[in-house]
């Protein structure tokens, strides 16, 4: 089927499941494959996750330019994530911290 066959509740399982099906092949040695599964990019709502599988397939292939650039863009995108939760922690702690120290009512 298609993701518009797929109802709204059920397309992150639907993506998670096409992520599992890409790990199997990948284990099992069939790294074009599981390529092809992650080709599916529209379909994948973990992107990633599925920019680490990529990068991890593309290595296993020998196609080392490519693993090097796929790794670089996956890191570049979790380090964006990572600073967005630092910020959202440290200004969490600074909102907590000043109803403390003022005494505001909780």
């Given at each position: 089927?298609?993701?518009?066959?797929?109802?709204?509740?059920?397309?992150?399982?639907?993506s998670e499941m096409l992520?599992?099906?890409?790990?199997?092949?990948?284990?099992?040695?069939?790294?074009?494959?599981?390529?092809?599964?992650?080709?599916?990019?529209?379909?994948?709502?973990?992107?990633?996750?599925?920019?680490?599988?990529?990068?991890?397939?593309?290595?296993?292939?020998?196609?080392?330019?490519?693993?090097?650039?796929?790794?670089?863009?996956?890191?570049?995108?979790?380090?964006?994530?990572?600073?967005?939760?630092?910020?959202?922690?440290?200004?969490?702690?600074?909102w907590f911290m000043h109803?403390?120290?003022?005494?505001?009512?909780?």
């Amino acid at each position: 089927g298609t993701i518009e066959e797929i109802p709204e509740t059920e397309i992150y399982e639907h993506s998670e499941m096409l992520l599992y099906k890409a790990a199997i092949l990948e284990e099992a040695g069939k790294y074009e494959e599981a390529m092809r599964v992650l080709g599916t990019t529209d379909k994948i709502r973990d992107v990633l996750g599925m920019r680490e599988q990529r990068a991890r397939l593309l290595f296993a292939m020998g196609k080392m330019d490519d693993a090097q650039a796929s790794y670089s863009g996956h890191a570049r995108a979790a380090k964006s994530i990572l600073q967005d939760c630092s910020g959202i922690g440290a200004s969490s702690l600074a909102w907590f911290m000043h109803r403390v120290w003022h005494g505001v009512p909780r």
